[in-house]
């Protein structure tokens, strides 16, 4: 009959195995997060400047005609960035995120970056959000105010205008009627995802809309992996 002590040290040699499997994927992904978070730079296909002057130049194109406003800058991101990164799809999905409401067209999704067009034709309210990549609201038709705590004024980005939300802060946002922009985040994207989901369970119980969102988030998402964006 084997004695306790044996089998405490049995007991002991099957929890080893796993948590040492465990202890090195922790390491591996600590390793490959760092790796990544230090060379963020090296994967985005995008940058602010780019898309600041391609809004400039879709808006002194069309002017107030949105339709084709969009249209002429996912036909230029398709031409400067080829290979399927841009989704030439206009799907259009709605989206509670922050108590504010709108709908939005992802353009690009992948681990580093999305670029999506978000508004809405009737206004909303609502927080940013705290998150861990930098937000570029390009304002391509209305007009967006912005507040942070202890101002008497509030910031205002007219059409033309970038808000650049800083990775890590916070602020209250507005949309006063009918309002439109080409918004660009860069950094670590999987993390935001639960604020946008958030409102799904605490508020609008919109469970169809929550599995569009991630349908068609998580094709762009793999579909970039697949072709080797981050």
């Given amino acids: 009959m084997p004695s306790k002590a044996s089998s405490q040290g049995a007991a002991q040699r099957s929890w080893a195995r796993p948590l040492g499997v465990l202890t090195l994927l922790v390491a591996l992904l600590s390793v490959g997060i760092w790796y990544i978070e230090t060379h963020l730079e090296d994967f985005y296909i995008f940058t602010p400047a780019q898309l600041h002057d391609l809004s400039l130049r879709a808006l002194a194109t069309h002017a107030n005609d949105m339709r084709s406003v969009v249209t002429y800058i996912v036909d230029e991101l398709s ?17 509670n995120a ?9 353009i690009h999704a992948s681990i ?19 998150h861990t990549a930098d937000d570029y609201f390009h304002i391509l038709k209305g007009e967006q105010l912005a507040y942070t705590p202890g101002s008497y004024e509030p910031e ?10 800083h990775r890590g802060t916070v602020k209250q946002y507005k949309m006063d009627e009918g309002c439109f922009a080409l918004e660009y985040a860069r950094g670590w994207i999987p993390p935001m995802l639960g604020f946008g ?15 569009r969102t991630t349908w068609v988030t998580g094709r762009e998402m793999v579909g970039n992996l697949l072709r080797g964006k981050i």
């Fill in 79 to 95: 031409t400067t960035a080829p290979g399927g990164y841009v989704n030439l799809d206009e799907e259009w999905i709605f989206n």
């Fill in 197 to 211: 989901y958030a409102d799904t369970f605490t508020s609008t119980l919109d469970f169809p809309t929550l599995w």
């Fill in 156 to 165: 205002v980005y007219p059409v033309g205008s970038v808000h650049h939300l």
């Fill in 112 to 130: 580093t970056e999305y670029l999506i067009i978000f508004g809405t034709a009737i206004g909303t309210e609502g927080h940013t959000g705290r």
């Fill in 98 to 106: 922050g108590g504010a409401m709108g709908a939005m067209y992802i």
